[in-house]
């Protein structure tokens, strides 16, 4: 038998896992499938189900941390047609998490799914997974078939009343489609662009019908939630963020990784986990919450403790969980060059602020990189950054702003150095 | 040319997972499975996918043209796409991405002269605790891509496309 992989002590998503482990009869000797087995077989309603979820205080894990029971809540009750569907694109830069999730542990985030269909009533759902991750895919394509023949999916699942089918769908490369009406419209068949909300989902989703997008770990949550309690859950965190969170940290560390902490763990202990930053060199900024989040000194970070309001009163955001480390070698000008870099790519063209903006941002950040800045081009980053904000239809365009502010907020030296000496800072001392 | 039966089996297969009268949906998949019979997607092959989901032509070609791994122009028997966003370039992508371009003789978004390899930029793939990471023809990942490893694959996919010319 495998090793288990090691995300880390207080992991109960990911434990037990080996990489091999991912079937369907490993998930069930694992006590997969019997939240399920509970609500059909002791006929628990969905009311009592959404409680224990709105007691769990889960919120959703792809970045906004909305309470997901709430979300729930807001599904219309006598609708014929809903779906419901999970979010696995999984593009925000130093995002991992969700194919870990899926390659390892697929039936968790299909129980998942099955029990919030019970809730809101949906027949059917969508897994609309990230194009880059083909094999992952076709994993979950297996799992699926798995459960169908399982009788977990399908008409009358367990001899009850409650039908539900659950389909796989690929994306094959756009960023914006992480955005849950840019995945709606992928899904129709269109080119991924969000649109306007109101409408949201819940009343004009998937096809015109009610819909509810959740993230893969928040799915991932729900039968651990059903089979413990969510008082349980909530008892993993704190007050406000329940559970635990899966952790991806990338970048400057020894170990980067997939490590699964309590909300609230102080981030030193990541870092640690993570066998502290690489080559033993200093701490010198953190990205906390996928590239879209804005970047915190390290020193700042390292008195933060991980979770939605903490990282928030750090000037930040908690987002995917995906922490990006720098070293104190790294130049921040280069850093911010090439997330500009990547809006510019990812914008999806529909909003000018938006689709100009991230123009203006990349050429301003290419030519300050290369020696060319001018004077003046701080202001205007800021100018542009803040006339993109709130001012496109999705949150693309503040995440593409939010790293500019932050950035040239605390770090504005290098920048000032770079366009003064047209050259970089930081390799004159390190 | 049409589409091959198997491509035709597989987009059948992709329009049975949405409702009846929502074939669009499928209009991804089928493009993927096209590409992947052809290589690249022709005005041709965007027609063909079009009449196969009775879909306009137009509505086709948006699709094709606004995500990006769909090729709308002739590319290498290979597509190498290396992601080189930050969390990858602060783990050794910039470097991958150099040994790439000199060993190949070729710079971003270009093909090497015997039509092998096509050398594209990514942006991020999902999977930077394994960086520098790499996609083979959009659907095998390979990590953790140091210059052995580079060297590797290159040799691999040199003799799968010898083997596959041979075999045509």
């Not at chain 1, 819940?202 to 928040?218: C, F, M, R």
């Not at chain 1, 004077?375 to 542009?384: C, F, H, K, Q, W």
């Not at chain 1, 993109?388 to 504005?412: E, L, N, Q, Y």
Request: charge should be negative.
């Amino acid at each position: 038998m495998s090793a288990y992989l090691d995300f880390g002590p207080d992991a109960v998503l990911l434990a037990g896992l080996t990489g091999d482990n991912w079937r369907l009869k490993d998930y069930v000797a694992r006590g997969g499938y019997s939240a399920l087995k509970k609500i059909l077989n002791e006929r628990i309603l969905p009311e009592q189900v959404l409680g224990e979820i709105k007691l769990s205080s889960l919120r959703g894990r792809g970045g906004a941390g909305f309470p997901t029971g709430l979300k729930w809540s807001f599904m219309p009750r006598n609708a014929p047609e809903k779906y419901v569907i999970c979010n696995a694109d999984e593009g925000e830069p130093g995002t991992f998490k969700d194919r870990d999730l899926l390659r390892f542990n697929p039936h968790a985030v299909i129980e998942g799914m099955i029990i919030a269909a019970y809730v809101m009533g949906c027949a059917r759902g969508y897994n609309y997974i990230h194009g880059e991750i083909w094999e992952v895919y076709e994993r979950c394509e297996e799992a699926v078939d798995e459960a169908r023949a399982a009788g977990f999916l399908g008409s009358r699942i367990l001899g009850s009343d409650f039908s539900f089918e659950l389909f796989n769908h690929h994306g094959f490369g756009a960023y914006i489609c992480g955005e849950e009406t840019a995945l709606l419209e992928s899904i129709e068949g269109k080119k991924g662009q969000s649109r306007y909300k109101p409408p949201f989902p819940a009343n004009v989703g998937l096809y015109g019908k009610p819909t509810t997008v959740n993230n893969v770990e928040t799915f991932a949550c729900v039968p651990l939630i059903v089979n413990n309690g969510g008082q349980w859950f909530l008892d993993l965190g704190r007050p406000n963020a329940g559970g635990t969170k899966i952790f991806s940290i990338s970048g400057d560390v020894e170990r980067p990784g997939n490590y699964e902490l309590r909300l609230g763990t102080p981030f030193a202990k990541l870092l640690e986990m993570a066998g502290g930053v690489r080559g033993g060199r200093k701490l010198k900024a953190v990205i906390p919450g996928g590239s879209s989040s804005p970047v915190v000194p390290g020193a700042i970070m390292m008195e933060t403790d991980l979770d939605y309001d903490s990282v928030a009163k750090a000037g930040s955001m908690l987002g995917s969980g995906a922490v990006i480390v720098m070293d104190e070698t790294r130049c921040m000008v280069r850093c911010l060059e090439r997330l500009s870099e990547f809006y510019h790519d990812e914008s999806c063209g529909q909003c000018t602020p938006c689709r100009e903006g991230t123009g203006w941002l990349s050429r301003i950040m290419h030519r300050i990189e290369h020696g060319e800045g001018r004077p003046g081009d701080i202001e205007a980053l800021d100018r542009v950054a803040g006339d993109i904000m709130g001012r496109t239809i999705c949150a693309m365009g503040d995440a593409a702003a939010m790293p500019v502010r932050s950035f040239v907020k605390h770090f504005r030296s290098e920048f000032e150095y770079h366009i003064e000496h047209r050259r970089c800072q930081v390799a004159d001392h390190v | 040319m049409p589409l091959s039966v198997s491509t035709c089996q597989k987009i059948d297969k992709a329009i049975a997972k949405y409702p009846a009268g929502r074939k669009q949906s499928a209009v991804m998949a089928a493009l993927t499975m096209a590409q992947e019979e052809r290589g690249w997607l022709s005005p041709e092959t965007l027609r063909e996918v079009a009449e196969y989901l009775e879909m306009p032509p137009v509505a086709v070609y948006e699709v094709a043209s606004f995500y990006s791994m769909y090729h709308l122009k002739p590319v290498g028997r290979y597509v190498l796409t290396l992601c080189t966003n930050l969390p990858c370039a602060l783990q050794g992508a910039d470097a991958a991405g150099r040994y790439l371009k000199e060993t190949l003789k070729i710079g971003w978004g270009e093909t090497t002269q015997d039509g092998v390899f096509t050398l594209l930029q990514g942006e991020c793939m999902g999977a930077c605790q394994e960086a520098p990471v790499l996609l083979a023809n959009h659907q095998r990942m390979c990590c953790k891509m140091t210059p052995p490893q580079i060297d590797a694959l290159l040799v691999q996919l040199r003799t799968e496309a010898a083997q596959k010319e041979r075999h045509e």
